[in-house]
């Protein structure tokens, strides 16, 4: 579905791109203004156990009469040096005008961060990465720099895969991808990336999954329009400008996540988010396959009720639920949507807003029958929609490749 626009009463974050010429860094930011709003230890045991631990450092301090022992265990370590050979950095290069103002040359006009997840040299990173681009780099092992294509791109979740030649990819440089699905609030959590640029090349940061299930707003770089809302990770583990497309990796080395983004205003802190790792290798291997990805959608434009002034409701028994500006295509149509719908169930599972849509709306397939529950004015109905596939976004990139489009 797509979002109705209510450019006077929006409650949405706003994303702002920090990518200021050379060496500078790609990530999005979201104002926390717009929303409501220890550490697992790794290895510590008693010190009966602490020589158990293969390649443990072992401390040794007395408090009082007791003698205690700290393992401190190379965890960490061995992750980062399993998953650091398959992160990259992404250079977004653009025709910028010369210091000395005698033309346009290519430029770095940001950088942010990849992962190789194929021997075949496809890369997956941020769409947001590599948005506006006339060309595209890939800086592997912080040395070898190489020109990718871009195979494909999806705005809706912010994501976009590059490839390189088979041959510039080394044995052991391709990431394992875990299961996000099987995460709990508390695991460690380490991101690996360029924050600030190359001169920061694989920066380690560490923390926990903070959160399995958090809906944020994926907003287009350009235009600062919202595209829609997406399901992600919440982690501690210190997320900045340049880790946009980089890995959040689990204390076994594998990526359950693509960092994407952070809250950032003063006072808040530790609060970024990744795409999880499930729903990137969905869209990637879409992309791989069509050079796009496939959205369910209703075929409607809507938005949150809550999110619409009230002189503006309908006459509804309820105050959660997408309101229905329009149907937008012959499917929606036929189904029997009208303006002032207001919808609280698909199939039977309860619709509170536009992100609870589009979390369900991910569980299906374009082609797909659904049962929609509606409000028209005090009267309950039953729609029956035919789901059609989210209209592709055409954003601007030159970085040759097919793109969404």
Same mark, same amino acid.
């Not at 769409?127 to 990718?148: L, S």
């Not at 959160?211 to 809302?229: C, I, K, N, W, Y």
């Not at 609060?271 to 290798?281: E, R, T």
């Given at each position: 579905?797509?979002?109705?626009?209510?450019?006077?009463f929006?409650? +949405? =974050? !706003? #994303?702002?791109?920090? /990518?200021?010429?050379?060496? @500078?860094?790609?990530? %999005?930011w $979201?104002?926390? &203004?717009?929303?409501?709003?220890?550490?697992?230890?790794?290895?510590?045991?008693?010190?009966?156990?602490?020589?158990?631990?293969?390649?443990?450092?072992?401390?040794?301090?007395?408090?009082g009469?007791?003698?205690?022992?700290?393992?401190?265990?190379?965890?960490?370590?061995?992750?980062?040096?399993?998953?650091?050979?398959?992160?990259?950095?992404?250079?977004?290069?653009?025709?910028?005008?010369?210091?000395?103002?005698?033309?346009?040359?290519?430029?770095?006009?940001?950088?942010?961060?990849?992962?190789?997840?194929?021997?075949?040299?496809?890369?997956?990173?941020n769409?947001?990465?590599?948005?506006?681009?006339?060309?595209?780099?890939?800086?592997?092992?912080?040395?070898?720099?190489?020109?990718?294509?871009?195979?494909?791109?999806?705005?809706?979740?912010? +994501? =976009? !895969? #590059?490839?390189?030649? /088979?041959?510039?990819?080394? @044995?052991?440089?391709? %990431?394992? $991808?875990?299961? &996000?699905?099987?995460?709990?609030?508390?695991?460690?959590?380490?991101a690996?990336?360029?924050?600030?640029?190359l001169?920061?090349?694989?920066?380690?940061?560490?923390?926990?999954?903070?959160?399995?299930?958090?809906?944020?707003p994926?907003?287009?770089?350009?235009?600062?329009?919202?595209?829609?809302?997406?399901?992600?990770?919440?982690?501690d583990?210190?997320?900045?400008?340049?880790?946009?497309?980089?890995?959040?990796?689990n204390?076994?080395?594998?990526?359950?996540?693509?960092?994407?983004?952070?809250?950032?205003?003063?006072?808040?802190?530790?609060?970024?988010?990744?795409?999880?790792?499930?729903?990137v290798?969905?869209?990637?291997?879409?992309?791989?396959?069509?050079?796009?990805?496939?959205?369910?959608?209703?075929?409607?434009?809507?938005?949150?009720?809550?999110?619409?002034?009230?002189?503006?409701?309908?006459?509804?028994?309820?105050?959660?639920?997408?309101?229905?500006?329009?149907?937008?295509?012959?499917?929606?149509?036929?189904?029997?949507?009208?303006?002032?719908?207001?919808?609280?169930?698909?199939?039977?599972?309860k619709?509170?807003?536009i992100?609870?849509?589009?979390?369900?709306?991910?569980q299906?397939?374009?082609?797909?029958a659904?049962?929609?529950?509606?409000?028209?004015?005090?009267?309950?109905?039953?729609?029956?929609?035919?789901?059609?596939?989210?209209?592709?976004?055409?954003?601007?990139?030159?970085?040759?490749?097919?793109v969404?489009?």
């Amino acid at each position: 579905m797509r979002r109705a626009v209510w450019k006077r009463f929006a409650g +949405l =974050a !706003v #994303l702002t791109m920090l /990518a200021a010429g050379v060496g @500078s860094a790609t990530t %999005a930011w $979201f104002d926390a &203004s717009q929303f409501s709003a220890g550490r697992q230890a790794l290895g510590i045991s008693p010190s009966s156990a602490a020589s158990a631990v293969p390649g443990a450092v072992t401390a040794s301090y007395t408090l009082g009469p007791k003698v205690v022992q700290v393992n401190i265990t190379d965890a960490i370590t061995q992750v980062v040096k399993k998953a650091t050979p398959s992160v990259v950095g992404v250079l977004n290069m653009q025709d910028l005008p010369n210091a000395n103002g005698t033309g346009y040359s290519l430029q770095a006009a940001a950088v942010g961060s990849g992962v190789i997840f194929s021997a075949a040299g496809y890369i997956v990173t941020n769409n947001h990465v590599v948005q506006g681009a006339n060309q595209v780099q890939v800086v592997i092992n912080q040395k070898q720099k190489v020109t990718a294509k871009v195979v494909g791109t999806d705005p809706y979740t912010d +994501l =976009a !895969v #590059l490839k390189v030649p /088979a041959s510039d990819i080394q @044995s052991g440089n391709v %990431a394992v $991808f875990g299961n &996000s699905s099987n995460l709990n609030a508390g695991e460690p959590a380490i991101a690996i990336g360029n924050p600030a640029g190359l001169q920061f090349a694989d920066t380690v940061t560490s923390g926990i999954i903070s959160a399995t299930s958090r809906t944020m707003p994926v907003l287009d770089e350009a235009t600062g329009q919202t595209l829609g809302m997406q399901t992600v990770l919440q982690t501690d583990a210190a997320i900045n400008p340049g880790n946009s497309g980089g890995p959040l990796l689990n204390i076994a080395g594998q990526v359950i996540g693509i960092n994407s983004s952070k809250i950032v205003a003063q006072g808040f802190s530790g609060m970024g988010f990744a795409i999880p790792s499930n729903q990137v290798q969905k869209i990637v291997d879409q992309i791989l396959t069509s050079g796009h990805a496939q959205h369910a959608a209703l075929g409607i434009s809507g938005e949150s009720l809550q999110d619409i002034p009230q002189n503006y409701w309908p006459n509804v028994p309820v105050n959660y639920g997408v309101w229905v500006y329009a149907p937008d295509n012959a499917q929606a149509k036929a189904a029997g949507f009208r303006h002032d719908d207001v919808i609280v169930a698909v199939s039977g599972h309860k619709v509170t807003g536009i992100g609870s849509l589009q979390t369900i709306l991910q569980q299906y397939q374009p082609g797909q029958a659904v049962s929609v529950t509606v409000y028209r004015g005090q009267q309950k109905l039953t729609l029956h929609d035919t789901l059609s596939n989210l209209p592709p976004l055409k954003l601007q990139t030159n970085a040759g490749g097919p793109v969404i489009g």
